[in-house]
């Protein structure tokens, strides 16, 4: 019962960060750097490519609340999988440039992959949450704001 409570502050600590570090951010973005970021056609695509990575980002944030506590319902956690799966294939599809920001996006999204992953694999088998939940998310988060001021300058 102990660990199953750790566990809902781990998540939860997660998503508080996540929205402060990537939602916030983005909303900011979203009402002042719009005519920046499309001055360009160069800076549109890396704007979609980190725009694409924050969604799937922000998808995997605002859901996996959901599958704090066990017992999990393995058909959501399928459709919410699945739907955080789409979201970062679909940005790593906008994000073949050589550019610095596109480097850092798809470098976010596969880490973003792999935690999707290793929470997959334990809520299948009921083991033990993955280590660094939390850590690992600022890190995505921290990449995706890095890789969108480099996508604002052009990089």
């Known amino acids: 019962m102990d660990l199953s409570?750790?566990?809902?502050w781990i998540v939860a600590l997660?998503?508080?960060?996540?929205?402060?570090?990537?939602?916030?951010?983005?909303?900011?973005?979203?009402?002042f750097g719009g005519s920046k970021?499309?001055?360009?056609g160069?800076?549109?695509a890396d704007s979609s490519c980190v725009g694409s990575a924050e969604s799937a980002a922000n998808?995997?944030?605002n859901g996996i609340g959901r599958f704090v506590n066990p017992?999990?319902?393995?058909?959501?956690?399928?459709?919410?999988?699945?739907?955080v799966d789409s979201k970062i294939n679909a940005a790593e599809a906008q994000c073949s440039g050589a550019e610095e920001s596109f480097t850092k996006t798809r470098t976010a999204l596969s880490e973003l992959r792999g935690l999707v992953s290793e929470l997959d694999a334990s809520i299948r088998t009921g083991g033990?949450?993955?280590?660094?939940?939390?850590?690992?998310?600022?890190r995505i988060d921290t990449m995706l704001n890095d890789a969108a001021d480099l996508a604002r300058a052009g990089k």
């Open 5 to 8: 409570r750790v566990i809902k």
């Open 14 to 31: 997660a998503i508080v960060v996540a929205v402060w570090k990537v939602v916030l951010p983005w909303a900011k973005n979203q009402n």
């Open 37 to 40: 970021a499309s001055a360009t």
């Open 42 to 44: 160069k800076r549109n």
């Open 59 to 61: 998808t995997w944030a």
């Open 71 to 83: 017992p999990y319902d393995l058909n959501a956690w399928s459709g919410f999988r699945s739907d």
């Open 128 to 138: 033990a949450p993955p280590d660094g939940i939390v850590q690992r998310q600022e």
